[in-house]
């Protein structure tokens, strides 16, 4: 989550809608809001109650016989999935390599029906090439990608959205870059035959009034500046948190996302929480173990402050690889 409030203009926008709670949801005005934002037509537009129900809505709708989530990946998809009675088969890749999808990654996919995978990912922050996701493409299979993060990419080059998107949905999540993970605004887009599937699934008036107003406020010219600019801001502070942990011989992985993840020894994680730094261990992903954390991106000067516990975790002699 980007910063501990939303921000004013977007404070200031959801006051209005209170005077209007006694009303039910109405979500036409922000689904058209966000079908031209991406250049969509709104049959290709679901709005939901976050990220977590589309992957949810996906898995009971679908159905799929053959699923696959490239890991190591956000554990939602997985985990809808499995309560679908659908559990999926775990493609990891390789981390220490740069966890990035190669040709033999997608030759290993050949008989999925349905593939999950996160651009940028999280935890790992990397960022595939649209023109390789292109190729997990393919007759009788659907593509899942979750870009929660790919807002606070400068340009979203490689975003899936947008052409022909037979067979692929793209999830999106406002919650991170606007700071509303307690309001639950997200979107899926794709495949109109694929979203219709979707809707015909989901609970009546899933996304509240306040969230509808922040959807329809996100995609709005004046948002859409302000999100450009913090995904720029974004990219030199973790240039400058990217550059001290490899000042201090620290493997990082090559991220384009709000956050890093890097290998700094077992205990370290521990050792950033009693120093009163919430970081995230990355033990429960697939393909990763207790040596890495997933590290938010912040301002200069908490990551100094950071960077200086991690130096005194390693002057007590308790680092370990």
């Not at 250049?39 to 809505?57: D, K, P, S, W």
């Not at 898995?59 to 679908?84: G, M, T």
């Not at 190729?135 to 899936?160: I, N, T, W």
């Not at 913090?230 to 991220?255: F, I, K, M, Y």
Request: hydrophobic content about 45%; overall charge neutral; aromatic content about 4%.
């Amino acid at each position: 989550v980007r910063a501990s409030t939303p921000p004013a203009n977007l404070r200031h926008a959801l006051r209005g809608v209170l005077d209007e709670a006694a009303h039910y949801p109405d979500a036409r005005t922000a689904t058209d809001a966000v079908a031209a934002h991406h250049r969509l037509a709104r049959e290709q537009v679901l709005l939901t109650n976050g990220a977590a129900e589309a992957f949810t809505l996906i898995a009971r709708a679908l159905a799929p016989r053959a699923p696959v989530v490239v890991h190591p990946q956000f554990s939602e998809p997985d985990a809808a999935l499995r309560r679908a009675g659908c559990p999926a088969r775990a493609h990891v890749l390789h981390v220490r390599s740069g966890a990035h999808l190669v040709d033999a990654d997608v030759a290993a996919l050949d008989g999925a029906d349905l593939v999950v995978l996160g651009n940028p990912t999280n935890p790992t922050g990397v960022l595939h090439p649209r023109a390789q996701l292109e190729k997990l493409r393919g007759s009788g299979r659907v593509l899942v990608v979750d870009e929660a993060f790919m807002d606070l990419v400068p340009g979203e080059s490689e975003s899936l959205i947008g052409g022909d998107m037979t067979g692929v949905l793209v999830v999106r999540s406002l919650t991170k870059t606007w700071s509303i993970a307690g309001m639950r605004a997200g979107h899926v887009v794709g495949d109109a035959a694929l979203i219709a599937t979707l809707r015909a699934q989901q609970p009546h008036w899933s996304v509240n009034s306040l969230a509808l107003e922040a959807t329809r406020y996100a995609m709005t010219a004046p948002a859409a500046r302000q999100v450009a600019e913090w995904a720029e801001e974004t990219s030199q502070w973790r240039e400058h948190l990217d550059r001290g942990l490899r000042s201090r011989g620290v493997p990082v992985l090559a991220s384009a996302a709000p956050f890093v993840l890097a290998r700094v020894g077992a205990g370290a994680h521990a050792a950033w929480r009693d120093a009163g730094f919430a970081t995230r261990r990355a033990d429960t992903f697939p393909g990763l173990d207790g040596s890495w954390v997933r590290l938010a991106v912040r301002d200069p000067l908490t990551t100094d402050a950071l960077l200086t516990a991690y130096d005194a975790f390693r002057q007590s002699g308790q680092v370990a690889s």
